[in-house]
T-cell receptor, first 117, second 111 residues
Framework: GAGVSQTPSNKVTEKGKYVELRCDPI?????LYWYRQSLGQGPEFLIY????????DSGLPNDRFFAVRPEGSVSTLKIQRTERGDSAVYLC???????????????FGSGTRLTVV | SQKIEQNSEALNIQEGKTATLTCNYT??????LQWYRQDPGRGPVFLLL?????KEKRKERLKVTFDTTLKQSLFHITASQPADSATYLC??????????FGTGTRLTVIP
């Protein structure tokens, strides 16, 4: 597609439920990133994929969070047993190369606003 | 621990003036810095990348500088317009390909 697509744009869920957030990156972008942004803060790194594999998952806050990218394109961020503190905007980004090679930045989607009630 | 600070949470400026935003970092020596623009309800949009061996980079009305001695990057918007009103984020990449963002500066250009 023309940009990074994230669905749903909004998700309200009850505490303790399981949620899946989807990211469809720009076609051909091998690198894919998930970030979380709370109000008034900058995006906070969660996980980075190069192709199908998670190259760096050091930002995942705990084992309730998991992400996959089975075919090297679409990625799903999965959150188990959601807590109110998980409420935030979850951003996905993709890039053609590792950022810094050339003058590439990341292309972000508009995010999924997750609210846990 | 690594830290990246943007000089102010909010900056108001008169239309036509030059806006200058500051980004300071500590406990790390990044090879390059990036600047993004973020509008409400949207994801950040990449603007400029500057390397440690580049003192200055320009793109239309935008100019970025990178001073590795001061550990600081300055972001300038010349001839500012109300449409430039947004939050501007600076970020650097840590060794593992993840961008580390500042909290952003919300710029308002007053007509």
């Amino acid at each position: 597609g023309a940009g990074v697509s994230q669905t749903p744009s909004n998700k309200v869920t009850e505490k303790g439920k399981y949620v899946e957030l989807r990211c469809d990156p720009i076609s051909g972008h091998t690198a894919l990133y998930w970030y979380r942004q709370s109000l008034g803060q900058g995006p906070e790194f969660l996980i980075y994929f190069q192709g199908t594999g998670a190259a760096d998952d050091s930002g995942l806050p705990n084992d309730r969070f998991f992400a996959v990218r089975p075919e090297g394109s679409v990625s799903t961020l999965k959150i188990q047993r959601t807590e109110r503190g998980d409420s935030a905007v979850y951003l996905c980004a993709s890039s053609l190369k590792v950022s810094g090679q050339g003058n590439y930045g990341y292309t972000f989607g508009s995010g999924t606003r997750l609210t846990v009630v | 621990s690594q830290k990246i600070e943007q000089n102010s949470e909010a900056l108001n400026i008169q239309e036509g003036k030059t806006a200058t935003l500051t980004c300071n970092y500590t406990n790390y020596s990044p090879a390059y810095l990036q600047w993004y623009r973020q509008d409400p309800g949207r994801g950040p949009v990449f603007l400029l990348l500057i390397r440690e061996n580049e003192k200055e980079k320009r793109k239309e009305r935008l100019k970025v500088t990178f001073d590795t001695t001061l550990k600081q990057s300055l972001f300038h918007i010349t001839a500012s317009q109300p449409a430039d009103s947004a939050t501007y984020l600076c970020a650097y990449q840590t060794g593992a390909n993840n961008l580390f963002f500042g909290t952003g500066t919300r710029l308002t250009v007053i007509p």
